[in-house]
């Protein structure tokens, strides 16, 4: 039983399968653009992935099913989906010919590299300032409360999270919200053909045009010559920016950094692009006096990191002499003995 479940599991490769009907090439191509679909990566490409649940659903409520609420069919079309199974099956040929890829969702952990990086510098800091850390950590009241979390929240955060796909090892089609299925298959739409056929009649007008009439000629010429103007401009413009921005910059000396038409070189639209006209970033003073407490701050603990390790090394030799049998004694009492 278990080779005969293991022989049916084995995917065919699509050179074996037969091919689609033209019903069922129809049918797919249906399901590419009405199915509900999400954008994500594979493989550092940016796919259209759908899942299980949704593309049964989108087949059922179809006109080629029976059971269907939504659409009427008249008999101008066959049934093909009497329940739900019909439709995995269909589904599951689309697999077999690799219409669709089965993927699962793989999250981006930041918090990995943060634990890692807090254990290896520990090992680097003396003993003395180690425990004082952990005399802090044990001290400081606990400020997390525990809250109950609800499956809602759970879903949110999911959601927020940064994802990418990675191809399944067992690619068979499973009916359930939880799978993913990435679109290989990409029909050619009558947008596209008009939009090929526009392209190569615009390449031979372009190739004619000696014989435009001379009126015709000299109107292209002048909007041609505004639209390189303009387009000269705008550069011009966005080097004007960076040089301002490093004379101000040098002139006081890294204090104020002025921006003019920040959002000129970034991805927004057209009049989004001059809007603000310029941004300055001077620090304030009450930056200046939190950098400069931040920086005595450093400077004492960096001072005092030598005489901690000297009291840290005088604690443990008097340790060592104690487990020993000495009796150790201060300066204070040699001088009075």
């Not at 084995?10 to 074996?16: E, G, H, L, T």
């Not at 669709?100 to 807090?118: F, H, I, L």
């Not at 009558?190 to 090929?196: C, N, S, T």
């Not at 001077?282 to 939190?290: D, N």
Request: glycine share 4%.
């Amino acid at each position: 039983m278990s080779e005969g479940r293991k022989k049916s599991r084995r995917r065919r490769s699509s050179d074996d399968l037969p091919e689609l009907t033209p019903i069922e090439k129809s049918i797919a191509k249906y399901l590419r653009f009405q199915c509900p679909t999400k954008k994500g990566v594979l493989m550092g490409m940016q796919v259209v992935y759908f899942t299980g649940s949704k593309a049964v659903e989108c087949l059922t409520e179809s006109k080629w099913s029976s059971i269907s609420t939504k659409a009427t069919n008249n008999g101008k079309f066959p049934i093909c989906f009497s329940s739900k199974h019909d439709a995995v099956q269909m589904l599951r040929k689309f697999l077999d010919h690799e219409m669709c890829r089965r993927v699962t969702k793989v999250y981006k952990d930041a918090n990995v590299g943060s634990e890692t990086n807090e254990d290896t510098s520990q090992f680097n800091t003396p003993r003395a300032i180690r425990q004082r850390k952990n005399k802090q950590k044990e001290n400081a009241p606990s400020s997390v409360t525990e809250s109950p979390v609800n499956d809602d929240e759970l879903k949110e955060k999911l959601k927020k999270k940064k994802f990418k796909f990675e191809l399944h090892g067992d690619q068979v089609f499973v009916d359930s919200p939880n799978d993913f299925f990435v679109w290989t298959y990409s029909p050619t739409t009558i947008k596209q053909y008009i939009i090929g056929g526009l392209l190569v009649i615009g390449c031979i007008g372009v190739c004619l045009f000696p014989l435009w009439p001379s009126q015709v000629r000299t109107g292209v010429y002048y909007v041609s010559i505004t639209l390189a103007s303009l387009l000269g401009a705008l550069l011009s413009l966005a080097v004007l920016k960076y040089i301002i921005f490093a004379l101000v910059w040098l002139v006081t000396m890294g204090n104020i950094r002025f921006w003019f038409l920040p959002n000129l070189t970034e991805d927004v639209g057209f009049f989004e692009s001059f809007v603000p006209l310029y941004v300055i970033n001077a620090p304030t003073k009450e930056k200046k006096t939190k950098e400069i407490s931040n920086e005595n701050e450093q400077a004492d603990e960096e001072r005092n990191l030598p005489e901690q390790a000297v009291d840290s090394e005088e604690e443990t030799k008097r340790q060592r002499l104690a487990d020993d049998g000495f009796e150790v004694l201060s300066k204070e009492e040699l001088e009075t003995k």
